[in-house]
């Protein structure tokens, strides 16, 4: 397929229409690999030392306009933020204006890594670590006209920061037990070699300036940060992978993948696979809908281990899910990659997902 032709924007986001049993949901929650995935006929990619495969995380910081540092709450707020979705004022300040003025976060450069000096093997057999969930609660409104289906609210738009500065990137909810973790860039959560952790994450599925209804089905404030060491470290864009577990919230203050739906998550694939890409690019209507590009994800190069596709998404679209196996009736994939640089021509490149990006999953559902 010819990606570069095969970007759309939508206007209208479509809300999940069929009502789920719980029953149904429970069936498919189970977080398992199909019989033989694991076999392949190569091995995976080699690592020169084991100090990419770590994570660090962090309370999710909270720093508003009057704060003189980060906000350092008691177990028993804590424990109301669990029945009001979040602190109230985190959520107050986002107000759909702040939404709107907040800009892109900026993309890390894209600088060449050579951490890796196998390449993947392109028909490798990916792994299952989370298999995709539909929404528990029923979501029942119309588009407004034309419906584009293949835009899912699963997905979203991941605001960061305040003090008139608030920026954006985009995010996905993946199916695990706790049905409260996002992933995104690693960027998008730790600032990288030298930074700190970002400030003020909410989360905000379907996100639509167009729309009256610009948060569809409310919010979802981050309780906890998690990303690689070597990210955090080395800005490694090879592990530019990021994880955000969330207070519940949203119009019905229930856990974000139980609202939305949830994706799911493979690995150990190759680095070139067909995918279909969501995320609020900035040189896409301002980023304020969703876009979506879609086509096969090649490999970059054996200096690295990422894979690139030329959509020509700016910034903001970091974070936005690269799903393989993509259904529109449904609105769920599974994650294989998340959007991590764009360069001067347009080639959007996303970090390998393998066995430490499974482990990183885990531990940030373990974070709640």
Same mark, same amino acid.
């Given at each position: 397929m010819d990606s570069s032709s095969k970007i759309r924007s939508s206007r209208s986001l479509r809300r999940l229409?069929?009502?789920?049993?719980?029953?149904?949901?429970?069936?498919? +929650?189970?977080? +398992?690999?199909?019989?033989?995935?694991?076999?392949?006929?190569?091995?995976?990619?080699?690592r020169t030392s084991g100090s990419d495969l770590s994570t660090s995380s962090s309370?999710?910081?909270?720093?508003l306009p009057g704060d003189k540092s980060v906000r350092d709450y008691t177990p028993a707020q804590l424990q109301s933020f669990e029945r009001t979705g979040g602190d109230p004022e985190v959520l107050a300040y986002w107000t759909p204006e702040r939404?709107?003025?907040?800009?892109?976060?900026?993309?890390?450069?894209?600088?060449?890594?050579?951490e890796d000096k196998a390449r993947?093997?392109?028909?490798?057999?990916?792994?299952?670590?989370?298999?995709?969930?539909?929404a528990q609660i029923p979501q029942s409104v119309t588009n407004a006209p034309p419906p584009v289906t293949n835009?899912?609210?699963?997905?979203?738009?991941?605001?960061?920061?305040?003090?008139?500065?608030?920026?954006?990137?985009?995010?996905?909810a993946i199916n695990t037990s706790s049905k409260r973790v996002l992933i995104t860039a690693g960027h998008c959560v730790h600032s990288g070699q030298g930074g700190a952790w970002l400030q003020n994450l909410v989360f905000v599925p379907g996100y639509n300036a167009f729309n009256s209804d610009h948060d569809p089905v409310g919010r979802f404030q981050a309780y906890w940060l998690r990303t690689f060491n070597e990210?955090?470290?080395?800005?490694?864009?090879?592990?530019?992978?990021?994880?955000?577990t969330t207070y519940s919230g949203g119009?019905?203050?229930?856990?974000?993948?139980?609202?939305?739906?949830?994706?799911?998550?493979?690995?150990?694939?190759?680095?070139?696979?067909?995918?279909?890409?969501?995320?609020?690019?900035?040189?896409?209507?301002?980023?304020?809908?969703?876009?979506?590009?879609?086509?096969?994800?090649?490999?970059?190069?054996?200096?690295?281990n990422r894979s690139k596709i030329a959509c020509n998404f700016g910034g903001g679209s970091s974070g936005g899910p690269w799903t393989w196996n993509y259904d529109n009736a449904t609105g769920l994939g599974s994650v294989r990659s998340v959007m991590s640089t764009v360069n001067s021509e347009g080639v959007n490149k996303g970090p390998y997902f393998d066995q430490a990006v499974v482990d990183a999953m885990n531990a940030a559902n373990a974070d709640w």
């Amino acid at each position: 397929m010819d990606s570069s032709s095969k970007i759309r924007s939508s206007r209208s986001l479509r809300r999940l229409g069929a009502a789920v049993s719980a029953a149904a949901v429970a069936a498919i +929650t189970a977080l +398992t690999a199909p019989a033989g995935a694991a076999a392949a006929a190569s091995p995976a990619p080699v690592r020169t030392s084991g100090s990419d495969l770590s994570t660090s995380s962090s309370p999710a910081p909270v720093r508003l306009p009057g704060d003189k540092s980060v906000r350092d709450y008691t177990p028993a707020q804590l424990q109301s933020f669990e029945r009001t979705g979040g602190d109230p004022e985190v959520l107050a300040y986002w107000t759909p204006e702040r939404m709107k003025a907040a800009k892109p976060l900026d993309a890390p450069g894209d600088a060449e890594w050579v951490e890796d000096k196998a390449r993947a093997v392109a028909g490798k057999v990916a792994s299952v670590a989370a298999k995709p969930v539909t929404a528990q609660i029923p979501q029942s409104v119309t588009n407004a006209p034309p419906p584009v289906t293949n835009f899912s609210i699963t997905n979203g738009k991941l605001f960061i920061g305040g003090y008139e500065s608030g920026s954006w990137c985009s995010a996905s909810a993946i199916n695990t037990s706790s049905k409260r973790v996002l992933i995104t860039a690693g960027h998008c959560v730790h600032s990288g070699q030298g930074g700190a952790w970002l400030q003020n994450l909410v989360f905000v599925p379907g996100y639509n300036a167009f729309n009256s209804d610009h948060d569809p089905v409310g919010r979802f404030q981050a309780y906890w940060l998690r990303t690689f060491n070597e990210w955090i470290n080395n800005s490694n864009l090879n592990r530019d992978v990021g994880f955000v577990t969330t207070y519940s919230g949203g119009d019905w203050n229930s856990t974000v993948v139980n609202t939305i739906g949830g994706h799911g998550l493979v690995y150990n694939g190759g680095t070139e696979f067909d995918t279909s890409i969501f995320g609020y690019p900035s040189n896409r209507d301002g980023g304020n809908v969703m876009w979506a590009c879609w086509g096969t994800a090649t490999d970059n190069s054996i200096l690295d281990n990422r894979s690139k596709i030329a959509c020509n998404f700016g910034g903001g679209s970091s974070g936005g899910p690269w799903t393989w196996n993509y259904d529109n009736a449904t609105g769920l994939g599974s994650v294989r990659s998340v959007m991590s640089t764009v360069n001067s021509e347009g080639v959007n490149k996303g970090p390998y997902f393998d066995q430490a990006v499974v482990d990183a999953m885990n531990a940030a559902n373990a974070d709640w």
